[in-house]
């Protein structure tokens, strides 16, 4: 899943080739969407897409969204013919920061807890503030929780693996990757040393503001803003590969 920068509205099912396969709008208002994450929501049946309208360069918003919609139903064979069309039904959440505005660009959601994250862009650092999963209610205003504050440059995106074990935070030029131990938290996970791993960098990336984990633990992709910009994925390498899920049903099965 792919979005544009700014006050667009517009979210993208992208084949991993590169092909748009859908698009669909949020029919909601957008000031700068900065990020997004997948997983658990309020129906056990579904995952869900988490939208966060974060961006606050100029650090004025006194409030920041997030909005949050099934995930739909997409399969290879809708490039031929991409359709568009508006998502039925979208939650939104209204935050606020409990210490004053800020600019964040990475959003993070814990697939174990369904508690959701935000890092701020800052020089040197990035603070973490949570809504726990309980809070996360259509048409909530909620004020988000300071966790932890970590050492790391101007966060331009983030995500936690499908598994909840480990977290990446990227910048253009560089990644960190934390590993979470069974039973710690994400600040808990935060507080352990992080290993560095790569990202394409500049020029490449000129200004290189997407990660995300592949959903079956083979390794993570990155993205840059531009125009026509290419996604990279970089294999796991740490031990033996995770055997990736099967499709049993085919699109159109009944």
């Given at each position: 899943w792919l979005h544009n920068d700014r006050n667009r509205d517009e979210l993208y099912a992208v084949g991993t080739n590169g092909q748009i396969l859908a698009t669909y709008t949020l029919g909601k208002a957008v000031d700068d969407l900065e990020d997004m994450a997948i997983g658990p929501g309020p129906s056990p049946e579904l995952h869900y897409l988490y939208c966060g309208d974060i961006g606050d360069n100029s650090a004025t918003r006194s409030s920041i969204r997030v909005y949050r919609a099934g995930e739909p139903a997409v399969y290879p064979e809708l490039a031929a013919n991409p359709p568009s069309q508006e998502l039925p039904l979208v939650d939104k959440f209204t935050f606020t920061y409990p210490d004053g505005s800020h600019n964040a660009e990475a959003l993070l959601l814990d697939p174990l807890t369904g508690d959701l994250y935000i890092a701020?862009?800052?020089?040197?650092?990035?603070?973490?503030?949570?809504?726990?999963?309980?809070?996360?209610?259509?048409?909530?205003?909620?004020?988000?929780?300071?966790?932890?504050?970590?050492?790391?440059?101007?966060?331009?995106?983030?995500?936690?693996?499908?598994?909840?074990?480990?977290?990446?935070?990227?910048?253009?030029?560089?990644?960190?990757?934390?590993?979470?131990?069974?039973?710690?938290?994400?600040?808990?996970?935060?507080?352990?040393?992080?290993?560095?791993?790569?990202?394409?960098?500049?020029?490449?990336?000129?200004?290189?503001?997407?990660?995300?984990?592949?959903?079956?633990?083979?390794?993570?992709?990155?993205?840059?803003?531009?125009?026509?910009?290419?996604?990279?994925?970089?294999?796991?390498?740490?031990?033996?590969?995770?055997?990736?899920?099967?499709l049993l049903l085919p699109s159109g099965s009944v």
């Amino acid at each position: 899943w792919l979005h544009n920068d700014r006050n667009r509205d517009e979210l993208y099912a992208v084949g991993t080739n590169g092909q748009i396969l859908a698009t669909y709008t949020l029919g909601k208002a957008v000031d700068d969407l900065e990020d997004m994450a997948i997983g658990p929501g309020p129906s056990p049946e579904l995952h869900y897409l988490y939208c966060g309208d974060i961006g606050d360069n100029s650090a004025t918003r006194s409030s920041i969204r997030v909005y949050r919609a099934g995930e739909p139903a997409v399969y290879p064979e809708l490039a031929a013919n991409p359709p568009s069309q508006e998502l039925p039904l979208v939650d939104k959440f209204t935050f606020t920061y409990p210490d004053g505005s800020h600019n964040a660009e990475a959003l993070l959601l814990d697939p174990l807890t369904g508690d959701l994250y935000i890092a701020t862009k800052q020089t040197g650092v990035a603070r973490v503030y949570r809504a726990d999963s309980s809070q996360l209610q259509d048409g909530a205003i909620v004020t988000l929780s300071f966790v932890t504050q970590i050492d790391f440059h101007e966060v331009s995106s983030g995500d936690i693996s499908a598994d909840g074990q480990e977290i990446i935070l990227r910048q253009e030029n560089f990644a960190k990757l934390w590993r979470r131990a069974p039973g710690q938290t994400i600040e808990q996970a935060f507080a352990d040393t992080p290993v560095d791993v790569p990202v394409i960098g500049t020029p490449t990336e000129p200004n290189g503001e997407g990660v995300a984990f592949d959903g079956n633990g083979l390794g993570y992709y990155t993205v840059s803003e531009g125009v026509q910009p290419a996604i990279y994925f970089f294999e796991r390498i740490d031990g033996p590969r995770p055997v990736p899920s099967r499709l049993l049903l085919p699109s159109g099965s009944v």
